[in-house]
């Protein structure tokens, strides 16, 4: 199984800030044919169902605002939101897809306002 | 755009059978485009992918769950379904259907909005 870690556990920033949010993969999730990573990302808010946030590592869903931006290649990503707005208070996960139909989530990172 | 609702019994008991039904609308759930799959998340826990299907009926098992678990779909109702035998209160979780429309599976578009079951006596 590819395990996902992401860092930190938990995240206070103040609002206008920019929060990063860590996610690493125990193997790469780079495929080399397509050059394409095989990362996506999530947002969960109590109560709710995970709303997709971005996939292929940077490519936003539809609708969602610009401040949410993915990085990062092969073992190595960071979701960003350049400037935290109060609705941005969730839970984050990474998940790779690369071993489907087996996908894994990263344990989650919570993101609250300083 | 793909709606999705579990229903099913919120209370089992241990070493009994979890049964659950994913509805779909506002698409057929044996069009070649779609992907399904269930994924559990226990109280104050992360995501825990739990198997995926495919219109065809190709099923693939969380393999720490495969020797209880059963995933099928139900054309005629439009409808997938999961059942998790032997269970205990570690399966306490909320359980989430979700879909995706692409040429193979990846991440999940659509989401329902989840059920507790709880595995209690």
């Known amino acids: 199984d590819i395990v996902m870690t992401q860092s930190p556990d938990s995240l206070a920033v103040s609002l206008g800030e920019r929060a990063t949010i860590n996610c690493k993969s125990s193997q790469s999730v780079l495929y080399n044919s397509n050059n394409e990573n095989y990362l996506a990302w999530y947002q969960q808010k109590p109560g709710q169902p995970p709303k997709l946030l971005m996939y292929?590592?940077?490519t936003r869903e539809s609708g969602v605002p610009d401040r949410f931006s993915g990085s990062g290649s092969g073992t190595d990503f960071t979701l960003t939101i350049s400037s935290l707005q109060a609705e941005d208070v969730a839970v984050y996960y990474c998940?790779?897809?690369?071993?489907?139909?087996?996908?894994?989530f990263g344990q989650g990172t919570r993101l609250e306002i300083k | 755009q793909l709606q999705l609702q579990e229903s099913g019994p919120g209370l089992v008991k241990p070493s009994e059978t979890l049964s659950l039904t994913c509805t779909v609308s506002?698409?057929?759930?044996?069009?070649?485009?779609?992907?399904w799959g269930w994924i559990r998340q226990p109280p104050g826990k992360g995501l825990e992918w739990i198997g995926s299907?495919?219109?065809?009926?190709?099923?693939y098992y969380n393999p720490s769950l495969k020797s209880r678990l059963t995933i099928s779909v139900d054309t005629s109702k439009n409808q997938f379904s999961l059942k998790l035998s032997s269970v205990t209160a570690a399966d306490t979780a909320v359980y989430y259907c979700?879909?995706?429309?692409?040429?193979?599976?990846?991440?999940?578009?659509?989401w329902g909005q989840g059920t507790l079951v709880t595995v209690s006596s």
């Open positions: 299907i495919h219109h065809g009926g190709s099923t």
């Open positions: 506002g698409g057929s759930i044996s069009s070649s485009s779609y992907y």
């Open positions: 292929w590592a940077s």
């Open positions: 979700a879909g995706r429309e692409g040429y193979t599976y990846g991440w999940y578009d659509y």
């Open positions: 998940q790779q897809y690369y071993s489907i139909p087996s996908i894994t």
